[in-house]
């Protein structure tokens, strides 16, 4: 099986950035999908941005231009740079692989653990 284990998750002020982190093992990095999913407290998980194995990308309304997802299929890797961070981003992340649906509506095979960001005003 794959997994997947994110990292770089912390504290940071608003307007401040940070940078995630997803190492992939099991796999030849052949996913179709990669994205990042977030949950905030008392909210439903939601994408936040998904990146194809041709590098297509899409994101999330509410980050978009702030966030950009990246993936290097040698080193096994995806990443989330995450800029211009308000408190609204707070929330656990989550690395997530699958298939189309994994783009939009959260229907990945595979998931990490997740990450907590915390954004303070």
């Not at 940078?19 to 099991?26: D, E, F, K």
């Not at 950009?68 to 299929?73: H, K």
Request: contains cysteine.
């Amino acid at each position: 099986q794959v997994q997947l284990v994110e990292s770089g998750g912390g504290l940071v002020q608003a307007g401040g950035s940070l940078r995630l982190s997803c190492a992939a093992s099991g796999s030849h990095f052949s996913i179709n999908t990669m994205g990042w999913y977030r949950q905030a407290p008392g909210k439903q998980r939601e994408l936040v941005a998904a990146i194809t194995s041709g590098g297509t990308t899409n994101y999330a309304d509410s980050v978009k231009g702030r966030f950009a997802i990246s993936r290097d299929n040698a080193k096994k890797m995806v990443y989330l740079q995450m800029n211009s961070l308000k408190p609204e981003d707070t929330a656990v992340y989550y690395c997530a692989g699958g298939s189309y649906n994994c783009r939009f509506r959260g229907q990945c095979d595979y998931w990490g653990q997740g990450t907590q960001v915390t954004v303070s005003s």
